[in-house]
């Protein structure tokens, strides 16, 4: 008799030991459900806030090639995320006069879209007709100084375009250096006339001037095309883009943008994309000369 009560009792204990079990391993699954169910619901508010902030960033580039007589002008982007750090505009300065601009902001995502966003509002806030290039500059990386991190910084080109003389006046604060392509095939750098925007307080900066001859072509381009790398690490290279251009100057520059980009994204093939692709062309017709003045890299 009394073993039949032990026996019942230990029963009990290992019956009342496996309910408790059940009842906490049902409770731990409602709660894995309910951790489930909340963390799907964040990340689909964050995909949805994400998109939004790319149609945002989208809408900041231009929606329509500038008409400029006598160019053929295009920009292609293409950001590594969602959004991007890269930035390319066409502004009107007056009937004569454009503004083409490409920028480069350091870092990937959020941070970089939303300081590029700060940098175009600053920026059409200072393009107007008497607008001085180097000063332009000068206050735009104070802005950027003052309202970023240590660690950030813009490499940023703006150059403005004269239909009446087909002058290239411009200002280069430490962007990969555009190029002119003549119709003979020479390359004409674009140095840099400063450091980026941003990196230091107080930075100044130079202008330079180039006249662009009928058949020229200007290249602008940021570092997620040179150095958007293959299989094997080695850098697409602004060598091989100079090249891609030469040998396709007799297309719009539209049809070379998107040829550009398809050779990057080939060269790049299996390998996953590490920057923003940007790319800006500005084709002067090979129709009414002008007459040639020298290139003067800074004033």
């Known amino acids: 008799m009394a073993g039949l009560m032990i026996g019942i009792v230990v029963a009990s204990v290992v019956f009342g030991v496996i309910y408790v079990f059940v009842l906490q391993r049902n409770k731990a699954r409602r ?14 508010r964050i995909a949805a806030d994400l998109e939004q902030a790319a149609r945002i960033q989208r809408d900041l580039l231009p929606k329509k090639t500038p008409d400029l007589e006598g160019c053929d002008i295009a920009g ?12 390319y505009d066409f502004i009107p300065i007056d009937g004569d006069r454009l503004g083409v601009v490409i920028a480069d ?10 300081l590029m966003a700060s940098l175009r509002a600053a920026l059409l806030a200072e393009v107007r007709p008497d607008c001085v290039l180097e000063r332009m500059a000068a206050r735009l990386s104070d802005f950027v100084y003052a309202s970023s991190g240590p660690s950030h910084f813009v490499t940023f080109f703006f150059g403005e375009v004269d239909r009446r003389t087909f002058e290239l006046r411009y200002v280069n604060a430490g962007h990969n250096p555009p190029f002119i392509l003549g119709p003979d095939g020479i390359r004409r750098d674009l140095e840099s006339s400063g450091f980026p925007l941003g990196m230091f ?13 009928p058949g020229d072509l200007a290249v602008l381009y940021t570092d ?47 390998t996953q994309p ?26």
Request: net charge negative; glycine share 10%; charged share 25%.
């Open 31 to 44: 709660q894995l459900a309910e951790e489930k169910a909340r963390s799907e619901s964040l990340l689909r």
């Open 76 to 87: 292609i982007n293409v950001p590594c995320y969602e959004v991007g750090g890269d930035y």
């Open 105 to 114: 902001v350091s870092g990937k995502g959020i941070s970089a879209s939303l």
């Open 201 to 213: 307080a107080g930075s100044t900066y130079r202008t330079g001037t180039i006249s662009l001859e």
């Open 224 to 270: 997620g095309i040179s150095e958007g790398r293959n299989a094997q690490g080695e850098d697409y290279s602004d060598v091989r883009l100079a090249a891609l251009v030469r040998e396709s100057r007799r297309l719009g520059a539209a049809e070379i943008c998107f040829k550009v980009l398809a050779d990057v994204q080939d060269y790049a093939c299996g």
């Open 274 to 299: 590490c920057d923003d692709i940007t790319l800006v062309i500005v084709k002067r017709s090979a129709a009414g000369a002008s007459p040639r003045t020298d290139h003067q890299p800074f004033i």
